[in-house]
């Protein structure tokens, strides 16, 4: 497999290589460096053969090699290789000590901030390849995306409450900041009443805990819908309405396996108008309005990659 071009090369012990420690590694470098290219490989595979020189396959600028020399105590080696004089910049070493309780994620990250302050050490030639093409560590975060499928329940009035699927989707700007969209069909037994509605927003994760893995943040959307209902009888009424409205909202999430994580959302939405309909014979004949101000919940599970 052909990987030249890396700027970080990452070696670790087999049994960390694809575990929480890999990857609070990677997340914590993004965080430092931006969307600069790395790899992690298990030290146990690949030989100095295969990153050293100019035509190796997995060539890289920097290469980090994280040992173990007690339970608690890891040593990262950092080597740094220009196209003009490999290695004539490496390597250099520093040791970290642990705490027998720290996971292995809080491990990553510690080790994911030394890697990347070891980098920024190294004078302007690493970064330089044989081209003379500088590779200097963007600041700003690596894009992500995120997609999930929720269940919503929304109190639409008189007592009425409507729940239905949802799907999500979200395009992050940084960290913290989110483009966000979803759409959602809304059913409730009363009234035969049947909602759609498409979203677009924006949302800031104002929290976040363990590398983001877990976080709450706040969001801003508007929404398009269109409601309808219509009563079975004699003189059967039936409305349909296309509105709008603006939502506010309370969110967070927690990851329970990698990438996979536990989401909820709190809605206040505001619609422009409500909608009302009459229904029955004329001597008793009933007028039912639904509510501007709605409150929803949504819970579900979403993917962020």
């Keep these: 497999m052909e990987l030249a071009g890396l700027i970080l090369l990452i070696l670790l012990p087999p049994e960390d290589a694809a575990g929480n420690l890999a990857m609070g590694i990677k997340t914590s470098l993004q965080q430092e460096l931006g969307g600069v290219a790395m790899a992690v490989a298990p030290d146990s595979l690949v030989t100095p053969a295969m990153w050293q020189g100019e035509k190796a396959p997995m060539r890289a600028r920097f290469v980090a090699h994280v040992l173990w020399e007690q339970k608690n105590r890891a040593r990262i080696e950092l080597l740094a290789f220009s196209g003009r004089a490999a290695g004539a910049e490496g390597p250099r070493s520093r040791k970290l000590n642990f705490a027998s309780h720290d996971s292995e994620s809080e491990r990553g990250r510690a080790l994911g901030l030394v890697i990347a302050e070891m980098m920024r050490e190294f ?30 329940a929304e109190s639409v009035g008189n007592g009425v ?11 992050g700007l940084s960290e913290a900041i989110w483009l966000q969209s979803s759409a959602a069909a809304l059913f409730a037994s009363s009234y035969n009443y049947i ?85 029955g014979e004329d001597a008793y004949r009933k007028t039912v309005g639904f509510d501007r101000w709605r409150p929803a919940f949504s819970l579900g599970i979403e993917s962020s990659f």
């Excluded at 030639?125 to 999930?148: E, F, K, N």
């Excluded at 927690?254 to 619609?271: E, F, I, K, N, P």
């Design 161 to 171: 409450w409507a729940v239905g699927p949802a799907v999500a989707y979200g395009h």
């Design 195 to 279: 909602q759609v509605f498409f979203r677009a927003g924006v949302g800031w994760r104002l929290l976040r805990w363990d590398e983001g893995r877990h976080g709450v943040g706040l969001g801003l959307h508007v929404d398009a819908l269109r409601e309808s209902v219509s009563v079975a009888s004699d003189n059967g009424s039936h409305n349909s309405e296309w509105n709008v409205a603006l939502v506010p909202n309370l969110r967070g999430h927690a990851t329970v396996w990698r990438s996979l994580r536990v989401a909820g959302q709190v809605d206040l939405r505001a619609l422009s108008s409500g909608m009302s309909f009459t229904y």
């Design 123 to 152: 004078p302007s030639s690493a970064w330089i390849d044989s081209t003379g093409t500088t590779a200097a560590a963007a600041r700003s975060a690596p894009l992500h995306i995120g997609i999930g499928a929720m269940c919503t």
